[in-house]
């Protein structure tokens, strides 16, 4: 029986080490990338237009974490590279691997159908239409901005930060009265950067919760580098880290910021190594969440209201697959993605893989990497998947393990514990390996695909 042909969507990190891993077992695949490179999201000014990166951004993941198993970063690289540095490294693993050739770039799946009897219909946006055995979802999810909605209307600029590219583009912000809403890490950089004293006027950071904020450092070296062990209880290495960070920032109050309801770890990590030192600095003024939008003015749920030239709409994405149909296949109404086993395999679509849907503490860049495994190994007939009732108890057991102790938001509904999932992982392709072997080792997804439709 033949191995099946995989159709992969995107080529930014997550798209790209799953191609590298297919070619590695011999899969043969086709890759489509709707812009004319590698590197969605880290690829500045995409013309796609999905890429969030901004000119002066430094990956807060420092060198030592995100590094692909098989391709280590240049030795010479910083702590914390920039995103150049880090779209360069990822051309050089593509060219490393060949697996180049196999991308057609400028090539938008449109819509992605799956066929009654298993196998997918992909609709380009060069209007072909191919087969496939399989399809491989990496189009990532830090692309569809969302901006939430206020009573009122705001006569002055606005802005998603996914569009902020510098404090001169795409609107200017030297001497104008700027608002940045949202305390998460591309709020931090914005505000850090406008809030210098020649730059925007007046800086105003709006958030509904306070949130304890990360330094990037801890005696000299990133604090991510040294982790607790996989292996540690998870409430232990929480109070053990909870302690660490009260210790090296104190309370948030301290910097005239809004002290957190909550503890360290219960809600996704803000990191800055600037964004204290400038509220400290009083380069900043703190407001509490927004109450209405009042034509050259903002209300405050304090009642205070401030005049504003420019909002910055830090407030996260929506996960959004636009070329699938069925709602099964898509995140629902409050931005949870579908069941999946291991973030990975819907349970009874034995056809299907999510890549990179997750946000991995404290590392994205090679999450993908780590699924790429179960992914390759299951097409090849070296893996096979639990019953379908195993992988349903799975699936609420691993959800409260990575997410249960944040509160509820959109912002957390695909947090993960990255050595923790990693650790897990390997367990499970270990048992799936041997499912596989005492089956012997049956292609789960035959090929059999016609390429054009």
């Given at each position: 029986m033949a191995l099946p042909k995989v159709c992969i969507i995107g080529a930014g990190c997550s798209g790209f080490t799953v191609a590298k891993r297919l070619k590695d077992h011999g899969i043969a695949y086709d890759q489509f990338e709707a812009s004319d490179n590698i590197g969605g999201n880290w690829y500045y000014n995409n013309p796609n237009g999905m890429s969030a990166c901004y000119q002066s951004l430094h990956i807060d993941t420092s060198k030592w974490r995100l590094a692909f198993e098989d391709f280590p970063v240049p030795a010479e690289w910083p702590d914390y590279p920039h995103h150049a540095n880090l779209l360069q490294y990822f051309h050089d693993y593509v060219d490393h691997f060949g697996v180049r050739d196999a991308i057609t770039f400028n090539t938008r799946v449109e819509k992605a159908r799956r066929q009654p009897g298993g196998g997918w219909e992909i609709a380009l946006s060069s209007g072909e239409?191919?087969?496939?055995?399989?399809l491989v979802v990496a189009n990532g999810h830090h692309w569809a901005a969302r901006i939430p909605e206020y009573p009122g209307h705001f006569d002055g600029a606005q802005i998603h930060s996914h569009a902020y590219r510098s404090p001169f583009e795409p609107v200017a912000c030297?001497?104008?009265?700027?608002?940045?809403?949202?305390?998460?890490?591309?709020?931090?950089?914005?505000?850090?950067?406008?809030?210098?004293?020649?730059?925007?006027?007046?800086?105003?950071?709006?958030a509904r919760r306070g949130v304890w904020i990360f330094p990037k450092y801890y005696q000299g070296q990133p604090l991510d580098k040294n982790p607790a062990p996989a292996w540690m209880p998870k409430r232990l290495r929480q109070w053990l880290g909870g302690r660490m960070v009260k210790k090296l920032v104190g309370r948030m109050s301290d910097y005239g910021l809004p002290e957190p309801e909550i503890a360290p770890f219960e809600s996704h990590g803000t990191v800055s190594g600037e964004f204290l030192l400038r509220a400290g600095s009083g380069d900043l003024t703190m407001k509490p969440g927004i109450e209405r939008l009042d034509g050259d003015s903002v209300v405050f749920a304090d009642g205070s209201r401030e005049q504003v030239d420019v909002i910055v709409w830090a407030t996260g994405y929506d996960i959004r697959f636009p070329f699938f149909d069925d709602p099964a296949f898509c995140a629902d109404a409050d931005n949870r993605p579908p069941p999946l086993f291991k973030r990975i395999i819907k349970p009874g679509v034995p056809d299907l893989f999510y890549a990179g849907l997750g946000q991995p503490l404290p590392t994205l860049v090679n999450f993908a990497e780590q699924q790429s495994k179960l992914i390759a190994a299951?097409?090849?007939?070296?893996?096979?998947?639990?019953?379908?009732?195993?992988?349903?108890?799975?699936?609420?057991?691993?959800?409260?393990?990575?997410?249960?102790?944040?509160y509820a938001a959109r912002r957390h509904t695909i947090q993960l514990d990255f050595d923790a999932y990693v650790r897990d992982l390997k367990r499970e392709i270990a048992r799936g390996e041997k499912r596989a072997s005492d089956r012997g080792n049956p292609l789960p997804v035959p090929g059999r695909a016609v390429e054009a439709a």
């Open positions: 239409v191919r087969r496939y055995d399989a030297v001497g104008k009265r700027v608002l940045v809403v949202g305390m998460g890490n591309s709020a931090m950089d914005i505000a850090s950067e406008l809030s210098q004293r020649p730059i925007a006027a007046k800086l105003f950071v709006s299951y097409l090849a007939g070296k893996y096979a998947l639990p019953a379908p009732d195993a992988m349903e108890h799975t699936i609420v057991a691993d959800e409260k393990f990575h997410t249960g102790q944040y």
